[in-house]
């Protein structure tokens, strides 16, 4: 269950972030409707993904997800863009993961 899990965080921060960074490119840097197009389908996506965690939770698996969504993005504008993450982004990052643990995979009682 838990490598499911992390698995659909994974496949939905590429769909969100990728999806958004679409619709950027569509819009920003004037790409056109194509590219804003495939941004919509792929965000739509990404909802269908995050609705496919084994916990049934929706306020837990979004706020778990927001910490897979900070180092997806950091990821991302590293490949994509040339960003490069210094050493208080990846330290935020590592807190972040910790976080997500906790909130998804600690044991709970009941």
Known sequence: MTLRSIA????????????AW???????????WSWI?????ALGLYGLTA?????AAFGRVL???????????????AVADGFRPDRWDVTGA???L???????YAPRSG
């Open 94 to 96: 590592l807190v972040c």
């Open 22 to 32: 679409l619709v950027w490119q569509g819009v920003r840097e004037h790409r056109g």
């Open 63 to 77: 706020a778990a997800y927001g910490g897979v969504f900070i180092v997806g993005s950091l990821l991302w504008a």
């Open 51 to 55: 609705a496919q965690q084994p916990d």
């Open 8 to 19: 659909l965080f994974a496949l939905a921060a590429v769909l969100e972030i990728g999806g």
């Open 37 to 41: 197009g495939a941004g919509v389908v």
């Open 98 to 104: 910790v976080g997500v643990g906790l909130i998804m």
